[in-house]
């Protein structure tokens, strides 16, 4: 009981230097940053938004803080903090730069815990003797690393992950209009989440009056005292889909994350009982996650796209909350063949049947398997005026998602939008714009021909016009 009341005091101490500390509030403000850039890219595209801000912010901090609690718990249990000292955090820091000089996203505790493993396996088997020279002091704090613990909390990070894909991105992915192959828009799915995890873990205790714990952990048996130490960590995942259903594509992908996750964990707490999984696991670390890449590119390679509009009926690719298609049952994917009696195939089509009864609409919608509903509700003054549907793109679309190997200044400038110029809609602006800059040259240059006439001598010396002056001699 005294071992848990100390415990439960120090996670207190812990938790209140957290939030007394700006870098849990600085990694809020990232999660809403990231949030109000896809509100933003969504209004560029289809001109609404599917969630504020605020609510993405919101739910991704609390679900943050419940996957925070049970790692947490998990960490404790286990000493996965024991090989947090300065100088591991401080090798993590380099090796982290290094990567990002290579690739932005190398920058993950994954790669980098592998790429210690793999730095501290070649100066084993090189067997250099660098003592008395400069590199010594680095190659010592190097070999100090625990490179079992980071990749243990590497995998555990990444389970959690997996799990918060699962649970929130099926519900909170968000359309995207895309250009394909051949320059025709198309409809896509962005699985993209920033989480904030709080983490409450035991580390080495620097004096005498830490904690002593009843039980051995898994790393850092031999410590003598322990502290606790908060601290935030920021997760994050993206990945698109044009292929396949958003909630199936957070299944899988969600998933691979916590396999991926369990067998790097489960490798490295191998280790610390044969040591050279170590090798082994900082190689699946790298590997495995490439690997993760390759098969979300493979499954969507040689697919064709879900929502494209083909001209047999209205596609749509996504639906508002709260709103009458809500209501209706409507889900991604699904196609509108009928609108109060008339065969639509466009959405001008569709807007148009829409309009033929403005107190009552009837559908008669193809769902994903193929089969027919039909579906029918009453309107009311105010609603959508579409009835809540995002419908997927048609060639007439002015913006498109830039994409993702695009460069981060592309990124971040417009929210990653960018503007399709062989859309109809924008070759008809360039037209009024060239019709409307001819208009101005030819009214410019009839104003300068009229001061030019101005400007130029009487050639009648002030005489009346010849025609007047005719007509007097006459009478």
């Known amino acids: 009981m005294d071992v848990a009341l100390d ?9 209140i230097r957290l939030f007394s500390l700006p870098y849990l509030y600085i990694a809020i403000l990232l999660v809403w940053w990231q949030a109000a850039q896809s509100v933003t890219l969504q209004r560029k595209l289809f001109h609404v938004r599917l969630y504020s801000a605020a609510y993405l912010t919101l739910t991704r901090v609390a679900f943050g803080l419940a996957a925070g609690f049970v790692l947490s718990i998990v960490g404790v249990g286990i000493g996965a903090g024991a090989g947090l000292t300065t ?26 815990a592998g790429a210690l493993g793999l730095l501290q396996a070649v100066l084993g088997w090189i067997g250099a003797d660098f003592s008395g ?51 025709k828009p198309m409809g896509a799915y962005s699985l993209t989440g920033v989480w904030p995890i709080p983490l409450l873990w035991l580390v080495p205790a620097t004096g005498d009056n830490g904690l002593s714990l009843p039980w051995a952990p898994l790393f850092g048996g031999d410590t003598a005292a322990w502290a606790m130490l908060a601290f935030p960590v920021l997760i994050g995942f993206s990945d698109r889909t044009t292929t396949r259903w ?30 050279p999984l170590t090798a082994v696991a900082a190689i699946a670390a790298f590997v495995l996650h490439e690997g ?58 569709l807007h148009a049947a829409l309009q033929r009864q403005s107190a009552f609409c ?22 959508h005026y579409q009835l809540g549907l995002i419908l997927a793109p048609d060639e007439d679309v002015e913006f498109v998602a830039a994409p993702r190997s695009a460069s981060i200044w592309r990124s971040l ?4 939008a960018r503007r399709l110029e062989s859309s109809p809609t924008m070759q008809a602006r360039r037209e009024v714009k060239r019709a409307e800059a001819e208009l101005a040259a030819a009214r410019q240059a009839e104003i300068e021909a009229a001061e030019a006439a101005a400007r130029l001598p009487d050639e009648n010396g002030g005489l009346p016009p010849r025609s007047v002056h005719s007509a007097n001699r006459k009478h």
Not at 158 to 178: D, T
Not at 302 to 307: I, S, T
Not at 413 to 416: H, I, M, T, V
Request: positive net charge; glycine residues 8%.
């Open 246 to 275: 958003p909630e199936e594509k957070a299944r899988s992908s969600g998933n691979a994350l916590i396999v991926y996750g369990l067998v790097i964990a489960g490798l490295a707490a191998g280790a610390v009982y044969w040591s």
């Open 87 to 112: 100088e591991t955090l401080a090798c993590l820091w380099i090796v982290m730069a290094v990567l990002a000089l290579l690739q932005l996203r190398y920058v993950c505790l994954a790669y980098a």
């Open 413 to 416: 400038r417009a929210a990653g």
């Open 133 to 183: 020279s400069a590199a010594a002091e680095a190659v010592r704090a190097v070999n100090a690393v625990d490179v079992p613990a980071l990749l243990v909390i590497a995998g555990l990070l990444h389970v959690a992950e997996g799990v918060l894909v699962r649970v929130q991105n099926a519900k909170l992915s968000i359309p995207l209009f895309l250009q394909g192959k051949r320059g």
């Open 362 to 383: 009837k559908l008669e919608v193809l769902n994903r398997d193929g089969n027919l509903k039909f579906l029918q509700r009453a309107r009311y003054e105010g609603e």
């Open 292 to 349: 993760l890449l390759l098969w979300s590119r493979v499954q969507e390679a040689g697919r064709a796209p879900r929502f494209s509009q083909d001209g047999t009926g209205v596609l749509v690719l996504a639906v508002l909350p709260n709103t009458p298609a809500a209501e209706l049952g409507f889900q991604a994917g699904e196609t509108i063949r009928k609108a109060n009696g008339v065969v639509v195939r466009n959405k001008e089509e």
């Open 7 to 15: 415990l439960l005091r120090e996670a207190g101490q812990a938790a």
